[in-house]
């Protein structure tokens, strides 16, 4: 008499649809990813206190960047989504060192020029710091979300998009928060522990919640790129 089989069963593995980058929409979305965390990290630099809630001036902006991380992902698939992130972290590079270069270049001297140079220092002068903590944990978090969003995609095709992307977003989200408060919290003033612990999970609950009710548009967006995408589909990874 034979005995039940142990072993677990095994995934299901399909063929998961993605599109080459040879349309308009890749660069058009790549474009947009990088000046948002361009400004982001701007933005980041500043502390910002709503009532009880400590965050940063570019808490508006960067999950907007998720989103777009998640939609490449969903299209073009792990290797394009790697593509834009690297990118994305080379301009935000580049821009860095622009401000450095404006910073120390000779002003005039007389008072308006001496305000104007002080300004832009206190405006820009910490941006760096705000720009590798900004890049470390875009780096880090984008790759997990792209990572999830891919391998979650290969399992269920194009079904159960939304939890793709909640799933993915969650990680993704918590990883980059993490990463990116621990490396600017001093820069904008952060020195104590509750205060941290505030900024950490503010931040975080923040930007997966504007991801989570955006849900709905980021499917739809996804959907109308898919739609219009020429090459969708043509390209299979298992």
């Known amino acids: 008499m034979s005995q039940p089989s142990s072993a677990a069963p095994a995934v ?3 063929k998961a649809k993605f599109a080459s980058i040879g349309s308009p929409y890749f660069g058009i979305m790549i474009a947009a990813m990088a000046v948002i965390v361009i400004l982001s990290n701007i933005g980041g630099s500043k502390g910002v206190q709503l009532g009880p809630i400590t965050t940063d001036g570019g808490f508006f902006l960067f999950p907007i960047a998720y989103i777009l991380g998640d939609v490449i992902s969903e299209v073009y698939g792990f ?33 308006f020029g001496v305000a104007k140079q002080t300004a832009m220092e206190n405006a820009l002068g910490p941006v760096p710091q705000i720009v590798l903590a900004s890049l ?40 980059d928060t993490l990463i990116f408060c621990s490396i600017a919290a001093s820069v904008i003033g952060i020195t104590d522990v509750g205060t941290f612990a505030n900024y950490v999970i503010v931040g975080f609950l923040w930007k997966t919640c504007v991801e989570y009710v955006l849900v709905p548009v980021t499917a739809l967006v996804i959907g109308w790129i898919k739609k219009r995408e020429p090459s969708y589909g043509t390209v299979e990874v298992a």
């Not at 290797?79 to 590079?93: G, K």
């Not at 270069?101 to 002003?107: H, M, N, S, T, V």
């Not at 944990?137 to 939890?163: C, D, H, P, Y």
């Open 12 to 14: 299901s593995m399909v």
């Open 136 to 175: 470390v944990a875009f780096l880090a978090g984008q790759t997990i979300n792209s990572l999830i969003m891919v391998r979650l995609k290969a399992r269920q095709g194009e079904k159960k998009l939304w939890m793709r992307l909640m799933g993915s977003s969650g990680v993704g989200e918590f990883v």
């Open 79 to 111: 290797r394009v989504a790697r593509r834009a992130i690297l990118t994305t972290f080379a301009l935000s590079i580049f821009a860095s060192l622009c401000y450095w270069i404006i910073i120390i270049l000779p002003g005039f001297t007389d008072d």
